[in-house]
């Protein structure tokens, strides 16, 4: 069965000279061709793996009650969203253009405050919400906003042990549409704090280092920013900016 790797090429390839800078160009484009697709595979698989949140959180609610319907609409949409994400892995695709439509930042957050809820309530987190931005609507892809959204929730949930506080707060400002995600957990360390938007970079045991390094590529796709106030052993803050016409 195919990998569907491009395939290593030994030796002289296309008449060019062993050793030819033709050839040595040729390989350095097969070598980033390689890269990029390790990091689509790698960013694909982490928001596979954020997917799978809901599936699980059903799981563990099943086993306690047999109900909770509302939850199984969510499990199914996300369902739906792992296949396009499979898809597109499959077929080496690279993402296509986001696709702008109005969405209300609140109805977004809420659905991902909502996926996660099992989390939160596992640890005993306490949730705080102060939306003060209105209206609330922006020009966004919806699929991928809410990546974003979930990976900093999650990394937020992570950040913290039992019983901490997370605040989700928006509000207008100067044009823009801010969303802050405020956790009371370990902070980010000095030496760390300029690394932590690189791929692959992680402080955790079990980490990929893709969460926040997709989090930015997802807000800079929508003509954002995302900005960091972090301080060790009280907690970090993320604020996504976003134009509002």
Same mark, same amino acid.
């Given at each position: ?11 002289? &390839?296309? *008449? ?5 800078? &033709? ?24 928001? !596979? ?16 009650? $047999? /109900?909770?319907?509302?939850?199984? *609409?969510?499990? =199914?949409?996300?369902?739906? =969203?792992?296949? *396009? ?21 609140? $109805?977004?957050? /809420?659905?991902?405050? *909502? ?6 309530? $596992?640890?005993? !987190? ?13 020009? &966004?892809? /919806? ?25 989700? &707060? ?52 929508? =003509? ?22």
């Amino acid at each position: 069965m195919s990998s569907g790797l491009p395939p290593t090429v030994v030796g002289n &390839a296309g *008449g060019t000279a062993p050793g030819s800078p &033709a050839e040595m160009q040729q390989n350095l484009q097969r070598l980033d061709q390689l890269a990029n697709l390790g990091l689509l595979s790698a960013s694909i698989a982490h928001e !596979i793996k954020n997917g799978l949140v809901a599936i699980n959180t059903l799981c563990q609610v099943l086993v306690e009650k $047999d /109900e909770h319907r509302e939850l199984a *609409g969510v499990v =199914r949409r996300e369902l739906k =969203r792992i296949d *396009g994400l499979v898809t597109q892995m499959l077929r080496l695709a690279s993402p296509k253009p986001a696709t702008l439509t109005p969405v209300n930042v609140h $109805d977004l957050l /809420e659905g991902t405050l *909502g996926l996660l809820a099992f989390q939160m309530s $596992d640890r005993m !987190i306490t949730l705080r919400r102060d939306y003060r931005a209105e209206p609330a609507t922006v020009q &966004a892809d /919806e699929s991928r906003l809410q990546q974003a959204f979930m990976n900093l929730v999650l990394n937020a949930i992570e950040a913290m042990g039992q019983g901490g506080e997370l605040t989700v &707060a928006t509000e207008l400002r100067g044009g823009s549409l801010r969303i802050s995600i405020r956790d009371t957990g370990t902070g980010i360390a000095p030496e760390n704090f300029g690394h932590i938007f690189e791929t692959f970079f992680t402080t955790k045991k079990h980490g990929t280092g893709l969460g926040l390094a997709i989090s930015r590529r997802m807000v800079e796709e929508h =003509r954002g920013t995302i900005e960091v106030q972090s301080q060790a052993g009280q907690g970090s803050t993320f604020c996504i900016v976003l134009p509002v016409k």
